[in-house]
């Protein structure tokens, strides 16, 4: 059930998670920094085979940047999937470094 429909939010209330509701509760989340991450993250996917340097610096740099939002608890904190998260940003800094 949406509980604030004019908002344009969807917020959806889990009736197991509180007996107490109460708006202040709830924390909105722009869903459009998950296609921000995924967009960037894509990028880095696509690759094959060898990738010239200048066609992989951007990617590369977009994904970075996605990665160290995640994990800085951007749009939320990522709980189990934070190692996966650190050792892709791991991976993109030997990059840089080589």
Not at 4 to 14: M, R
Not at 54 to 82: H, Y
Request: charged share 25%.
């Amino acid at each position: 059930m949406n509980l604030y429909p004019e908002s344009g939010a969807v917020v959806v209330y889990l009736p197991s998670a509180s007996v107490n509701f109460r708006e202040g509760d709830v924390e909105r989340i722009n869903s459009f920094a998950f296609y921000d991450v995924g967009k960037a993250f894509r990028q880095v996917e696509a690759f094959e085979g060898d990738i010239p340097t200048g066609a992989a610096l951007m990617p590369l740099m977009d994904a970075q940047r996605a990665i160290g939002r995640l994990l800085e608890g951007k749009p939320i904190p990522l709980g189990v999937s934070r190692a996966k998260a650190e050792t892709f940003n791991k991976q993109i800094r030997r990059v840089f470094e080589r």
